[in-house]
């Protein structure tokens, strides 16, 4: 697993990385936007992609 790939997706409400996902190559380069459960905001919230 290389480490450039790795990328962290964190809540847009409260800021907090919450999950790690690692980015596959084949897909366009674009940010990934997922609605997740933030265990902070205890509730189902924007996780957006941000670099370390
Ligand atoms: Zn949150």
Do not use: A, G, P
């Not at 980015?23 to 996780?47: D, G, P």
């Amino acid at each position: 697993m290389s480490q450039d790939r790795l990328i962290k997706l964190s809540c847009t409400k409260c800021k907090r990385t919450n999950y790690w996902s690692e980015k596959n190559k084949k897909k366009v380069e674009r940010k990934i936007e997922l609605k997740k459960f933030c265990n902070w905001c205890m509730k189902r919230t924007v996780h957006k992609e941000s670099k370390k």
